[in-house]
């Protein structure tokens, strides 16, 4: 089938809906791609909250949240990035409201807030109230409220539809190409379908899953992002990849840093509070990056729980109240995964991979940009995790993410709205399809008995994990890179099991597999050349942040011979860089 719609919208995550929603207000002849039913998208997991400075329950103002957040990111934010962020939160946070969304409430009827890491009043004094929330279950609220929207204003969906090809008209983007489309197989058939259109946003969210431990779903492959690599667009700050402090033992599940907002607290084997002795004034509600750093010190000290490598998060002072009231579902997770009651037991925890602050680049309309000019791919946009506009820079601030989809998912929608009416739809593409068809096939019709998906990934994960995690240094990455390169090599032989065409999700894996293994060997080469410490990416053999050398974005383009590297500098326009203390 050839599809003609004048909007694209790959995702169906909170970035995804909230264009689509703009696009059809606008009415604009839009389609929603997802590879998941829409309310199954991870957006529906966060739990946390979404961050806007209302001030409804203390002063707050936008300049501070803009401020915590090119501290947060240490200092490699994109500033003009940030102050649209911390300005539009507070508009969308209220327009999601009117929507119907069921924020919990103080007693006078305002929508609670609670406190977050990183987030402080007047420039670093203490730490403030800024996170919206309903209970644990924000991101859930989110997604449900955006997709009863889409579906009132008409928004065309493609459930299991995924997206396995672009297409560009006028050649690939370096040669100035625009977005024509996108090439999609039908999960249930097997079938590949074109979909023609004037513009394409992407937002198809993270790429944990290439960790062992990670808060992840299982679907987060960086489709998206790999796509774009293929195409010629270069990748931005891969090399930071955040690991929050709380994740269930062994499995990585999340429990939420609002368990931290609450007031819990993080003990060691000898039962210290021991982020006293790393970020004293803000103590666990210091950013992701310091307090998972803090943990492991901890664990190599030996003071993790019975000398293992975890550590407890405490909420039995909440009491009752608190935790039924505002975190039930983790509070459950516990229950159910790890067997711990902690209305009365302390939870062990221990830090999981959970976000990518690196992705596609754009610019603050969401338009993705080519090379270190910022020169526009005509019609291609993308926007929420897959993306880099760089609001987070070398770490997200807990609560950022849920803003980021809302702010630039919405200037996303409004931005190809205004494109869509200024260009004319592509034409017919002659074989569209022929390129990721072949791909596909070579797959499904190998014949010898190659290894299984299942032993690339497990042995990715692994080595992603244990050589380029937490703490990383020039050799483990150097053995990364070599490991990364050998799995590259023998996932171009693998076999799958189901050679049919119903519901083939090895075929599926099996293509996804292809995508993480691109995006770990741009993560790897770019933290190997990154010979400094900067937020989440921590080099044991460069301990100290180097703003001389490396105040820079790293732009990996893909070559012959893997990834190549250039840079752009960072825009300040408000914040110079400081020490980054807590
Ligand atoms: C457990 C957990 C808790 C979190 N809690 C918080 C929080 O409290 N606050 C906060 O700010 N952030 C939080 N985050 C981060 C935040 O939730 C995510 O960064 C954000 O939801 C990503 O949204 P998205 O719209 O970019 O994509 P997602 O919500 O991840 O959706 C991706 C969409 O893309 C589609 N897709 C992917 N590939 C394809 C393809 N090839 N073809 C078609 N469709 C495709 C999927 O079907 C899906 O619809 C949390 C994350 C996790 C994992």
């Not at 190599?300 to 505002?326: C, N, S």
């Not at 023998?490 to 083939?504: E, H, K, L, M, P």
Request: glycine share 10%.
């Amino acid at each position: 089938m050839d599809y003609p719609f004048d909007a694209i919208v790959v995702g169906a995550g909170g970035a995804g809906l909230w264009a689509a929603l703009e696009l059809a207000r606008e009415g604009v002849n839009t389609a929603v791609l997802t590879k998941l039913y829409p309310t199954r998208s991870h957006t529906g997991t966060a739990q946390g909250g979404v961050c806007a400075a209302l001030g409804n329950l203390e002063e707050d103002h936008w300049e501070w949240h803009m401020f915590d957040t090119v501290k947060g990111g240490d200092y490699l934010v994109d500033q003009d990035a940030a102050e649209v962020l911390a300005r539009e939160a507070i508009e969308t946070v209220i327009e999601l409201e009117h929507m119907g969304l069921p924020f919990n409430r103080t007693p006078d009827g305002k929508i609670d807030q609670r406190k977050f890491g990183g987030h402080t009043s007047n420039y670093g004094e203490a730490a403030v109230r800024r996170s919206c929330f309903a209970a644990d279950r924000t991101g859930h609220m989110i997604l449900q409220t955006l997709y009863q929207q889409c579906i009132k204003h008409g928004v065309r969906f493609f459930d299991e539809y995924q997206v396995v090809d672009l297409l560009f008209e006028g050649g690939e983007p370096a040669k100035g190409g625009r977005a024509a489309g996108v090439v999609a197989y039908r999960v249930a058939d097997g079938q590949l379908h074109t979909f023609r259109s004037k513009a394409v946003l992407l937002a198809t969210g993270g790429f944990g899953r290439m960790f062992r431990i990670t808060s992840n779903a299982h679907s987060l492959t960086g489709d998206g992002v790999a796509l774009c690599y293929r195409h010629g667009i270069p990748l931005e700050d891969m090399e930071f990849f955040q690991f929050h402090p709380t994740g269930i033992v062994g499995i990585g599940i999340l429990l939420s840093e609002a368990a931290r907002g609450e007031g819990g607290t993080l003990l060691n084997d000898k039962g210290e509070r021991f982020m006293e002795r790393y970020a004293p004034k803000l103590m666990e509600l210091a950013p992701r990056d310091m307090v998972s750093r803090a943990m492991y010190q901890e664990i190599r000290a030996g003071r993790g729980i019975g000398g293992k490598d975890y550590l407890y998060l405490d909420v039995r002072h909440l009491g009752r109240k608190v935790i039924e009231e505002k975190l039930p579902d983790i509070t459950e997770f516990a229950r159910i995964y790890e067997g711990v009651e902690p209305l009365t037991e302390p939870v062990p925890v221990q830090p999981t991979a959970h976000y990518a602050m690196g992705g596609i680049p754009t610019n603050v309309s969401a338009e993705v940009v080519r090379d270190e000019k910022n020169t526009v791919v005509p019609g291609l946009f993308a926007a929420g995790e897959c993306a880099c506009v760089s609001v987070h820079g070398a770490n997200r601030l807990g609560t950022n993410s849920l803003v980021d989809l809302l702010v630039f998912g919405r200037r996303a929608g409004r931005q190809m709205a205004r494109y869509a009416g200024t260009v004319e739809r592509p034409g017919p593409i002659a074989d569209a399809t022929a390129p990721v068809h072949a791909q596909l096939e070579a797959i499904r019709s190998r014949e010898s008995k190659g290894e299984s998906v299942a032993k690339i990934r497990h042995e990715l994960a692994d080595v992603m994990m244990d050589n380029v995690g937490v703490y990383r240094d020039g050799r483990l990455l150097t053995a990364a890179l070599a490991k990364v390169r050998e799995l590259e090599e023998r996932n171009g032989a693998v076999s799958i099991g189901d050679c049919g065409t119903v519901f083939n999700t090895d075929l599926l894996e099996a293509n996804e597999m292809g995508y993480l293994l691109d995006l770990a060997e741009v993560t790897v080469v770019g933290a190997l050349a990154r010979t400094e410490s900067r937020g989440a990416h921590s080099r044991e053999d460069f301990p100290e942040r180097n703003d001389a050398r490396w105040l820079k974005h790293t732009l990996a383009y893909r070559g012959p011979k893997g990834p190549t590297l250039k840079y752009k500098p960072v825009s300040i326009t408000r914040f110079e860089p400081k020490p980054r203390t807590y």
